[in-house]
Every structure is written in C-alpha cells, then in structure tokens.
C-alpha cells in the first residue's frame, strides 16, 4: 500500500500549481494529483530528450558516437560543465546525452535539440501517449520567452516514460537499461534521494529548477519500486523540495 498519508493536505498547504504522480511499480497502485495537466519544464523537458536521441540512434537516423566540437556561442550559464570547457573540445553525441542529464548540462542540451530536431522530438513524445509534454524551444531563447513559449511536462507523462524504461519498452530493452542506468547515475540528489541515499536505496531521477518551480521526477528502487514524480511552479521551491524529500521517504523507508 502507497504510504501517501497527509501529501494531500501538504500539497494544499503549499498552493502553487503542482502535479505529482506516484506508482507502486510492484501492485499497480496509483496516488496522483493534477497528474495530466501541463507545467513548465525547466531541465526536465531533458528526459524525453534522451529518449529521441536513443530512437534516432535506434533508426539509424544518427550514431550516438558522432562527434561534436563546441562553439563558443554554445555555451550557456547555469547548469553543466560544458561553460567552463575550451572551444573546440570534441564529445560524442552519448557524452552530451550523460551531461544533459547527470548534471543537466544547458548547452549540451541545446546541442541535441538542434541535433534531433524540435519537431522529431514532439512526434516520438506523441508516439508515446504523452497529453502534457511539449518542446518548444531551446533553452535560455530569451526571445522565445519574452513572447510567452515555454517547454512543458506532466507528471503522468514523466511516470510513463519511467515505467516504460523499467520495463525495458521504450526505444528497446537494451536502450532503456542504458537510459536508467544513466539516470541512476544522476549527481543532482538533493530533492527524492534526500534521505534514501543513507539507506542505500537507489533513485534513477531527472530534476529540473528556475525561479519560483522545482521538478523531481524518478523511480526509487525500494523493496518495491516506486514511481515518484512531483512539479511544482508558482511556489516557494524549498518548502516544496522539503516536502519531495519527506514524500520519497514516507513511501519507502
């Protein structure tokens, strides 16, 4: 049985508009809370992004070991190493696809957009059945902005596609172990890891920030596995990340 008791009431205590979805991977049981509705992305708009470089590479529309040289002008502020890298430091399409996630690199995100192509992206989320979830821009388009476009996820969305890599659907079995393996790999564990890392309960999970909203989205590997997803925009982030912290511990510890 999920242990969910008293999220509800937390949840309306916080305000903000939130979305969060929570499966016991093990019985099928399902607590969610404005699961289907759209919300900004930030850096968790990269999980689907790393699902259509894996499709791509699947269909022989690129190679995961095609190298790319970094420009100055794709360096961007924030998250990530690539800032700090020299012009012209070569990766491959698979080391911009760890940076994008493990420690949500900005412009290697970019790269890949760019790279796959906005509209490639879309069209496989809507293959898998995503409502909530669309790119629409790159990252820090302050023009795109400034006119209102921004990137969004669900909270259901985000458990599909976790559920589908547990289950190895999602491009192929080999390519969803290496997705979760990545996402196990993830060094941003402040928010859902919190208090399970001591526990040495393991967490595949995408995270995702800006102002006033904070994401966590992942499986914690307990006994039985557990899909927590959790957005939240328009709210005080670390009241909502305390509440992320204490959630994934009441389900699993």
């Known amino acids: 049985m999920l242990r ?13 508009h939130t979305g969060v979805y929570i499966k016991n991977l093990a019985t ?6 404005g699961e289907a509705e759209p919300i900004e992305a930030a850096s968790v708009i990269k999980l689907p992004v790393m699902v259509e ?23 961007l502020p924030s998250c ?4 700090a890298m020299h012009e012209g430091i070569e990766m491959t399409l698979r080391d911009l696809v760890h940076l994008m996630i493990i420690v949500s690199d900005n412009a290697a995100t970019n790269i890949l957009i760019r790279r796959l192509g906005m509209e490639k992206i879309n069209r496989t989320i809507e293959a ?16 795109a902005s400034a006119r209102g ?16 890599l547990w289950r190895g659907e999602i491009v192929s079995k080999e390519a969803s172990r290496e997705m979760l393996d990545i996402l196990l ?11 399970l890392e001591d526990e040495g309960i393991d967490v595949a999970h995408k995270t995702g920030e800006d102002e006033d909203l ?18 939240g925009e328009h709210l005080d982030p670390p009241r909502y990340i305390r509440l992320m912290q204490d959630t994934a511990k009441q389900l699993c510890l």
């Open 80 to 83: 990530g190493t690539l800032k």
């Open 185 to 195: 790999d993830q060094q941003l564990n402040g928010k859902l890891p919190f208090f």
């Open 128 to 143: 898998l059945g995503l409502t909530a979830t669309r790119v629409n821009r790159v990252l820090f388009d302050s023009e």
């Open 149 to 164: 476009v921004i990137n969004t996820v669900g909270a259901q969305d985000m458990g599909r596609i976790l559920e589908g």
């Open 28 to 33: 099928g049981e399902v607590w969610a809370r």
């Open 214 to 231: 904070t994401h966590d989205v992942g499986i914690l590997f307990a006994e039985e596995p557990i899909i927590c997803c959790m957005l």
């Open 4 to 16: 969910t008791e008293g999220l509800a009431a937390a949840l309306e205590a916080i305000g903000g």
């Open 53 to 75: 470089a894996f499709r791509a590479a699947r269909d022989g529309e690129l190679s995961l070991e095609e190298r790319h040289a970094l420009r100055d002008e794709e360096r």
